[in-house]
């Protein structure tokens, strides 16, 4: 039930023996020789790119997925380069020229390979969407009072303080001041406040539905999309190809930042 959030619809989630698929990138190797392929693509920004490999016929497909747009006379679309590295299975850094050359793709300094990973406490993995405002309060005290032991960067408010899922900016009951006096109060601490959004998902009971029914991503019959089993109820999504729609969901990043 909670397959179209997680799973694109163009890529291939093959159920047969010996049929295996993979995003962006996938490594098939062989356990004796200890040899390998590498086949991918460098990037994500023009299609989500697909490989499935099919052992009961040898041979590998890529592609791009297009999401069935159409193309009028004169149109054209680019894919993200795609690649075919081999990989030594055994060697320290089997992927490294790979990972290397997607940096580049992406514009990551080599330096940034040596920054230190941020780390950081979520109020998901304890309380989920039942967070309260005092719940932040008393474990932001005690990740400042551990701070020694367990040095921490990032406290994120996780899901549960908007109203709905999609009512990005009405807050819940339990949230009584919204979430930034919370973010001051984690600054004042020493720590950079983090705040967890699903922009794109949309609560079929929420505000924004009701109001703005228009504004829903449609699918067969017209009828809103399914996006996911979801907090225990189906949700839907924005239509992005709605300007106004567009807007509201660059509204929600821009009051989040």
């Known amino acids: 039930f909670s397959a179209p959030m997680r799973i694109n619809p163009g890529t291939s989630h093959p159920k047969q023996r010996g049929v295996f698929a993979s995003d962006m990138f996938g490594v098939l190797g062989d356990r004796t020789s200890r040899q390998g392929w590498l086949v991918g693509f460098l990037s994500q920004e023009q299609h989500f790119g697909s490989i499935e490999v099919d052992f009961r016929s040898p041979g590998f497909s890529l ?31 089997p992927l490294g020229p790979y990972l290397h050359a997607v940096a580049l793709q992406a514009g990551i300094d ?3 390979f040596h920054d230190p990973i941020p780390t950081g406490w979520c109020s998901w993995y304890y309380f989920y969407n039942r967070v309260k405002e005092q719940d932040i309060r008393e474990n932001l005290e005690a990740v400042r009072l551990l701070r020694e032991q367990i040095p921490l960067s990032f406290i994120q408010i996780d899901d549960g303080f908007e109203a ?15 979430v930034s006096p919370l973010a001051q109060e984690i600054i004042s601490a020493g720590f950079t406040p983090g705040l967890w959004l699903a922009p794109f998902i949309v609560d079929r009971r929420s505000k ?12 067969r019959f017209n009828l809103p999309v399914n996006a996911g089993f979801l907090w225990n109820h189906f949700a839907t999504a924005l239509d992005l190809t709605i300007p106004e729609a567009l807007d509201y969901a660059c509204q929600v990043i821009q009051a989040a930042v």
């Open 63 to 93: 592609w791009a997925n297009g999401d069935s747009t159409q193309l009028d006379p004169g149109d054209s679309m680019e894919t993200d380069w795609a690649c075919i590295q081999f990989v030594e299975i055994d060697s320290p850094d």
């Open 110 to 112: 080599e330096q940034r």
């Open 208 to 219: 924004l539905a009701k109001e703005h029914p228009d504004w829903l991503l449609r699918g």
């Open 164 to 178: 709905r899922v999609g009512d990005w900016l009405d807050f819940s009951p339990d949230f009584p001041d919204g």
